[in-house]
């Protein structure tokens, strides 16, 4: 059953924070998954539809898997996940493996999600404090991310939060930081427009340290992967950060816009070169019919998807979970 935030964050024995009984997580984790499917319906639609087609109707031959690969490709599952998966998925079926339409969509859903698991996708927490990196192209979601996450930490988690808002470019950018954390009950640091946005970063983790805050997380100005300069700035907005705390950042988290569809995965491959991504938030999954992207991503990159986000409400960001996401594209 899905990931509630309890899986996602690895936590120190100091922090026993699970206040649910088990009943109440299972609960949670059912509600997840209800949301999960009713926000992914663009993707489900348009690719459970054909899958049903597919795999429920007529005989198993080379044109059932040609659809069903034009239909995984068409939801940007992505060209090698795609072969990948429907090769196995054929080859099971001829041994005779699989009988009849739903036992195929539940291996497919299977297949899928084993591409996309990852050994590595958790949130260590156990750094005192632990200092998070958003990085990512313009609008992607990396401000109302940290918002969501940040409310998540302190409201769930019962963590202590302190948010930077090292986004010095557009004097907005930190007024809308300074909203979400007044909405999440956490402390935002900034600095003056146009400052620096690595002592920003500075600041921020100086002020978590002074609080004894167990989590800081600092917010970046958005831009191109293919802008040199400013992935300079960013590299060395890193550079600052582990100057001042050896092992920091611990995570440096790049929010990618599933609507983007695989020019997200070039933008990761080229930030991940500069500044060491060590997990995706993909976004806006609620508001494409190519969500498969997000298999794709987990499969084709070996940064793990950590977390999405399917809506602009606060429960709209979740743990990814591969093996409720291939369901909820899959079962009409
Ligand atoms: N539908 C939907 N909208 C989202 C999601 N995540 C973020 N958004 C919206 O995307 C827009 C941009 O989000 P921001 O958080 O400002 O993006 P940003 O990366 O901080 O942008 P810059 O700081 O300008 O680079 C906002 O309107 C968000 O509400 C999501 O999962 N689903
Ligand atoms: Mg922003």
Redesign the pocket.
């Known amino acids: 059953m899905a990931r509630d935030w309890y899986d996602l964050f690895l936590l120190d024995g100091d922090h026993a924070p699970v206040t649910q009984t088990e009943p109440e997580r299972e609960e949670g984790r059912r509600g997840f998954f209800r949301r999960l499917r009713a926000n992914m319906r663009k993707t489900r639609e348009a690719l459970a539809a054909e899958v049903q087609a597919t795999l429920f109707e007529g005989d198993l031959d080379e044109q059932t898997w040609e659809r069903l690969e034009e239909a995984l490709i068409y939801a940007d599952v992505g060209a090698r996940t795609t072969a990948e998966v429907v090769e196995k998925l054929e080859r099971e079926a001829e041994e005779g493996a699989l009988a009849g339409g739903e036992a195929l969509t539940n291996r497919l859903a299977e297949l899928l999600a084993q591409l996309a698991r990852t050994g590595d996708d958790k949130i260590d927490l156990r750094a005192d404090p632990t200092v998070i990196l958003v990085v990512?192209?313009?609008?992607?979601?990396?401000?109302?991310?940290?918002?969501k996450l940040a409310w998540h930490l302190r409201n769930t988690l019962d963590q202590t939060v302190v948010v930077g808002a090292a986004?010095t470019f557009?004097a907005a950018?930190v007024e809308?930081l300074e909203r979400w954390g007044e909405r999440a009950g956490v402390d935002v640091v900034k600095g003056p427009e146009g400052s620096d946005p690595g002592a920003v970063a500075f600041d921020a983790i100086a002020r978590g340290r002074e609080r004894g805050a167990d989590v800081i997380i600092i917010?970046t100005?958005?831009?191109l992967h293919t802008q040199t300069n400013l992935m300079e700035e960013l590299t060395k907005v890193r550079r600052v950060i582990s100057k001042q705390m050896p092992d920091a950042p611990h995570e440096t988290l790049m929010?990618v816009?599933?609507t983007t569809g695989q020019n997200g995965v070039r933008q990761a491959k080229l930030f991940g070169e500069a500044v060491d991504v060590t997990g995706i938030i993909l976004?806006?999954?609620?508001?494409t019919a190519k969500g498969g992207i997000a298999l794709a991503i987990a499969n084709e990159l070996s940064i793990p998807v950590k977390l999405?986000?399917?809506?602009?409400q606060l429960e709209?960001?979740r743990p990814f979970d591969p093996d409720d996401f291939a369901r909820a594209l899959l079962t009409a």
């Open positions: 990512g192209v313009n609008g992607t979601g990396k401000t109302t991310t940290i918002g986004d557009r950018a809308q917010d100005a958005g831009r929010t816009d599933a976004t806006k999954l609620d508001g999405i986000g399917i809506g602009e709209d960001l």
